[in-house]
């Protein structure tokens, strides 16, 4: 779990998307993993305002679709259901078929409306779903013993290493809001919503239309910044739910503590996407590249996404070699106005690069520094005041040997 310290904001011990009031969670083994858990759920007792965004990739997933359109009826979503394993896209006809009885299905165990339901899957492209063990999966919901977030969160990872969640808590209206999370997702993470699930809960009472803008926004500075590998799934979305269990009055941008809800909103966002980029496929490292002194936010994040996609970079950190060279080469071609002779470059507190040309450093103190397990890189354009944060991980040997061998 990656530390958060931010005002006015508790940190929930061992908090995870069922710390909100009114939400449940499990996961079962249902056949399509060998062993482990690849059935999860999660579901709220009322239901609950729901905002989404989804893959930019062009061949979207049928589960993706159906979720999407559920959503955009009534904006409300009271039951998520998630198989890991198969991602059923580029599945045709019989893929959707498949995605809309899993979305019946569930409604059915679970008594809730058809449409809210969202459906998700991830997984090996291009396979369909054994409907059978989906089915077997879906009865298994209403059983106690397979509720746990613990176990949803195991149940819809792929090739991750660790499960990832947290929670936070905070005051509004003199109540205690609670905003939950957990996520999946270690390879085909690239910026532009990224190839991942994530999953956030809250029980406070809030407009649909308003969270739905709060999450563009805080996407774009969470999700949308993070890095494992330069490739975009078709699958993969972002989904908060707000059931309203702790009858606040209704949160909009009208509301006085409306900037306090984003801000919380974007903390667990950004521990997840984190989470997410430490976890990437074969990783050792976090690695966090820095822009400042930009002349606009889009700028410094276009930057700073082309520093953190550099496969050159990323082998460079991995092995603690202090070649910022590679750095400066990828501000280079973000395709962004910026002048060369402004920039300057950090390795952590080393400075490296002063307006455009090479300072003198200790080699073996930045090799040091970059054979931390959690490394920034500092870009300084000196054209203006905006700046962005990007996260991803170094590359490995061992990326290549997982990728490799993914369907095998």
């Known amino acids: 779990m990656l530390a958060i310290s931010e005002k006015n904001i508790k940190v929930v011990t061992n908090g995870h998307v069922t710390s909100p009031i009114g939400f449940s969670a499990g996961g079962v083994h249902c056949g399509l993993r060998r062993s482990k858990l690849d059935f999860g759920w999660i579901h709220s007792e009322v239901p609950a305002a729901t905002a989404g965004v ?17 959503i955009a009826k009534e904006k409300k979503i009271q039951t998520i259901v998630v198989n890991s394993a198969i991602a059923n896209s580029c599945t045709g006809k019989q893929g959707m078929d498949d995605a809309l009885q899993m979305q019946q299905l569930a409604a059915t165990q679970m008594g809730v409306k058809l449409d809210h339901v969202a459906v998700t899957s991830t997984g090996v492209i291009g396979v369909t779903l054994p409907m059978e063990k989906i089915r077997q999966g879906i009865s298994s919901m209403n059983e106690p013993e397979n509720y746990s977030a613990e176990k ?22 003199g109540k205690t809001i609670t905003i939950g999370g957990a996520a ?19 029980d406070a009472q809030v ?39 702790q009858n606040n009055d209704t949160l909009s941008e009208n509301h006085p503590q409306w900037p306090l809800f984003v801000h919380a909103l974007r903390v667990v966002s950004e ?53 910022w060279g590679r750095i400066v080469c990828a501000v280079g071609y973000s395709e962004q106005p910026i002048d060369p002779d402004k920039v ?3 390795l952590g507190h080393i400075d490296v690069v002063k307006n455009g040309l090479p300072l003198e450093f200790d080699e073996l103190e930045g090799k040091k520094y970059l054979e931390q397990e959690q490394v920034k890189l500092i870009v300084d354009l000196q054209d203006g005041s905006a700046e962005a944060t990007a996260w991803g991980c170094d590359l490995s040997y061992e990326y290549v040997k997982i990728n490799a061998s993914y369907r095998t």
């Open 54 to 70: 989804y893959t930019l990739n062009t061949f979207e997933a049928p589960p993706l679709k159906v979720t999407k359109a559920s």
């Open 152 to 173: 949803f969160e195991t149940a819809i990872l792929t090739t991750d290493t660790v499960t990832k969640h947290v929670a936070i808590q905070f005051e509004i209206d």
């Open 207 to 245: 407009d649909p239309d308003s969270l739905q803008n709060a999450l563009r926004e805080v996407t774009n500075k969470t999700f949308n910044m993070i890095t494992v590998d330069g490739d975009t799934s078709t699958n993969d979305m972002v989904l908060v739910l707000a059931n309203g269990c």
């Open 184 to 202: 999946k997702g270690s390879g085909m993470i690239h910026p532009n919503m990224a190839t991942m699930l994530s999953f956030i809960t809250t």
């Open 344 to 346: 300057c470059v950090s």
């Open 271 to 323: 521990n997840l996407a984190k989470q997410i980029a430490r976890d990437g496929e074969g990783a050792t490292k976090l690695v966090e590249v820095q822009v400042k002194g930009a002349a606009s936010e889009k700028v410094a994040s276009q930057v700073g996404k082309a520093v953190i996609s550099s496969n050159l970079v990323k082998t460079a950190v991995y092995g603690a070699d202090p070649n």
